[in-house]
């Protein structure tokens, strides 16, 4: 069953690890994880766009026209799936430095799971005042982090000790990461992508 793992790592993280371990998913599995958990922030970004407004501060809701918000959203798809395989790549990468030898679908499921309250925190959208959302982040952010520090050394197969240094890199990575899209959003923006509004 697709995303039959969610409730456990809310519920009780330790122990799910401990069943993704135990055994492991296809590359397939967790690809779809990826592509059904990324629609979440994407639609509900969308749709609060286009139909609610974002309230950044005083005065009317800011609104986007629907072809914008589309573009938006897509482009925000590929970026959040994109980011999800390369932290991936970029863990496997890492983790013979730490004495681990996983596969990159072993990788792969610690990104997904580990980014998947992250991407819940979409929801937040569909109450689009900024306070909010940015407190729904900032907890989406840290059980997430929370998620990968258990995680890691129960996935990787290595001691708490450098579990903890390990999960440490890839969270730095993930914040680069995280940069280097930012950096790419105020590129395009700036080139004449940016977002139309409604008046």
């Not at 629609?39 to 026209?65: D, K, M, N, Q």
């Not at 890199?169 to 680069?176: A, E, K, P, Y």
Request: proline letters at 5%; glycine letters at 8%; hydrophobic letters at 50%.
């Amino acid at each position: 069953m697709i995303l039959n793992h969610l409730w456990g790592l809310y519920a009780h993280p330790k122990e799910e690890w401990h069943t993704i371990d135990a055994r492991h998913e296809s590359f397939r599995y967790s690809l779809i994880h990826i592509l059904l958990i990324a629609l979440i922030p994407s639609l509900c970004a969308y749709y609060s766009a286009v139909h609610i407004g974002w309230s950044i501060g005083v005065g009317e809701p800011i609104r986007l026209t629907a072809d914008s918000a589309m573009m938006l959203s897509v482009a925000m798809y590929v970026a959040l799936i994109g980011g999800v395989f390369a932290l991936a790549y970029l863990a496997h990468w890492m983790a013979h430095t730490f004495g681990s030898e996983p596969t990159y679908t072993q990788t792969l499921e610690l990104a997904s799971y580990t980014s998947t309250p992250l991407f819940m925190v979409g929801f937040a959208a569909l109450f689009p005042e900024l306070w909010f959302v940015m407190l729904v982040g900032l907890a989406g952010l840290t059980y997430s982090v929370y998620l990968l520090y258990v995680g890691v050394p129960i996935l990787m197969h290595i001691p708490e000790e450098r579990g903890f240094i390990y999960a440490s890199s890839v969270v730095t990575t993930g914040l680069i990461l995280l940069v280097c899209v930012m950096t790419a959003t105020a590129i395009l923006w700036s080139s004449g992508f940016g977002p139309a509004f409604t008046h």
